[in-house]
């Protein structure tokens, strides 16, 4: 079975400094890991992916996310944070083959305080 | 592209009756998957289809939820009777491919059953 994790249920940042927010999975086999973003009242946008590759991965509005294999781990960074970044972000997992359905982790939500 | 459309946006009804939702694909999208969003669960993966076939039911909570779709370019998602532990928000994503894991997210149905 695969799971994700998302040990933070909120994040605290002020505005133009660094944030992260955290990610781990389990899966049999290697993952395909996402990023999506939901505000309030809107459906889940995607922010980005990993599939192979470079496991430093760049995605919408300044987000980049780091796939580190050894801890199984995808976190989601972003150098400086804006107020507009505050918002509901779910990490997201899959494997190559099988279920074809993403599972997503629950949630970690981000305050960017002014 | 529109994006994937959603109807109807809210839907408030009593114990008992019928719900229907639907959902349209972004066009040329292949796979079709439908989601529950509660406070208490997080995001569920219910049903998910491969060329207007349904793959995977396993997350379809009971009876009661079925879901179709008839062409490529529509699906229903039916809750017959529906029950108060119903109310959540629903969405429906679609994605290229089955290779091509990027899934796009409609905006939701909020349901809410008196």
């Known amino acids: 079975a695969q799971s994700v994790a998302q040990p933070e249920d909120q994040v605290n940042v002020a505005e133009g400094n660094p944030l992260t927010v955290k990610c781990t999975y389990s899966?049999?086999?290697?993952?395909?890991l996402f990023w999506y973003v939901q505000y309030p009242n809107r459906g889940l946008q995607f922010l980005l992916k990993?599939?192979?590759?470079?496991?430093l991965v760049k995605g919408s509005y300044g987000f980049e996310a780091e796939f580190n294999k050894s801890q199984t781990s995808f976190h989601l960074k972003k150098p400086s944070a804006l107020v507009s970044d505050s918002a509901l972000y779910f990490c997201a997992v899959r494997v190559l083959t099988g279920r074809r359905a993403l599972t997503f982790g629950s949630g970690t939500r981000l305050q960017v305080q002014p | 592209d529109a994006g994937v459309i959603q109807s109807p946006r809210h839907e408030v009804t009593e114990m008992g009756q019928e719900v229907t939702l639907r959902c349209k694909p972004i066009?040329?999208?292949?796979?079709l998957f439908w989601y529950r969003q509660t406070m208490m669960r997080g995001l569920e993966l219910l049903i998910y289809f491969n060329n207007n076939v349904p793959i995977d039911d396993s997350g379809m909570p009971e009876d009661r939820f079925s879901a179709k779709m008839p062409n490529a370019s529509f699906s229903t998602l039916k809750i017959q009777p529906s029950e108060p532990r119903d109310s959540a928000v629903y969405f429906c994503a679609s994605s290229l491919t089955v290779s091509t894991d990027t899934q796009y997210f409609g905006p939701g149905t909020r349901l809410t059953v008196l």
């Open positions: 990993y599939i192979t590759g470079d496991n």
């Open positions: 899966v049999s086999g290697n993952p395909y």
């Open positions: 066009s040329g999208h292949n796979s």
